[in-house]
């Protein structure tokens, strides 16, 4: 039987794939255990600069598979407690937490439906691209559920508390032209023009400063809970340790030269 998430690397770009596409790539037990492999190989991986996270077939992921969990339903309350809040601790938690300790640029490749942990697994990428067809919703409160993946942490981020709660409250759908005015994705793209597009610019990152790309990250992720003072910190350490490599001298040479830069990761 076929992985229901895959991890491929070819040429430094590691490919993560949701893989149910009969099944609009919704969230099954199987697929959060393959899912929590897939990041734990990615994460041990040394040859991997840019990540994509994408659907097989039309979508992206229409959220929970509700098949799953109609077979829970024969359960104690306390025992579906239990089997729940272990699925997400030991599967959907370390998945998210993976991704977001990436040092590398985090892409999600969106179309069709982004539902539910769809759309937290997207919010929890550094960059969304989405084609025109794509679709949104929350989608949680619809079966009486609260968030999970991090979509409490990352969604406010973005569009601001009271946002937040209305798109989880009322669950409603929106389109790309939505989710791009809020922030939710960074841009929208024909459907047709959708593997280009993030094709180009995968290219255009493999080709960028490695070692800044992670100090962003880093700054950018722990700048919500530091005081000025400690980001100020943190920013001149990491200022320093790029001041240190080789990207940083081929970078100021370049300038210097007229030339564009061609960056190593050194």
Do not use: W
């Amino acid at each position: 039987m076929a992985n229901t998430a895959t991890l491929d690397v070819v040429d430094g770009v590691a490919t993560l794939t949701l893989n149910r596409p009969e099944a609009l790539n919704a969230l099954s037990l199987e697929m959060m255990e393959d899912l929590a492999a897939a990041t734990r190989a990615l994460k041990a991986r040394t040859d991997v600069e840019v990540v994509v996270v994408t659907g097989a077939g039309a979508h992206f992921m229409a959220g929970g598979d509700l098949n799953d969990f109609a077979r829970q339903l024969g359960q104690t309350p306390q025992a579906r407690l239990a089997t729940f809040k272990a699925m997400i601790v030991h599967h959907i938690n370390p998945t998210v937490e993976t991704l977001q300790s990436l040092p590398q640029p985090v892409i999600a490749k969106v179309r069709g439906a982004c539902a539910g942990f769809g759309l937290s697994l997207m919010l929890g990428c550094d960059l969304a691209v989405a084609a025109d067809d794509a679709v949104f919703t929350t989608a949680y409160a619809a079966i009486g559920l609260s968030a999970d993946g991090g979509m409490s942490y990352f969604l406010p981020r973005v569009v601001g508390r009271r946002k937040a709660l209305e798109l989880l409250m009322l669950s409603d759908r929106f389109k790309t032209d939505e989710a791009l005015r809020l922030g939710l994705v960074s841009r929208v793209v024909p459907a047709d023009a959708l593997d280009a597009s993030v094709d180009t610019l995968v290219a255009r990152l493999k080709a960028g400063p490695r070692h800044a790309y992670g100090e962003f990250k880093r700054l950018i992720n722990a700048s919500i809970d530091n005081q000025l003072e400690a980001q100020l910190q943190s920013e001149a350490e990491a200022f320093s340790r790029c001041s240190a490599t080789g990207d940083f001298a081929e970078g100021v040479t370049a300038f210097l030269d007229k030339r564009k830069p061609s960056f190593k990761g050194t």
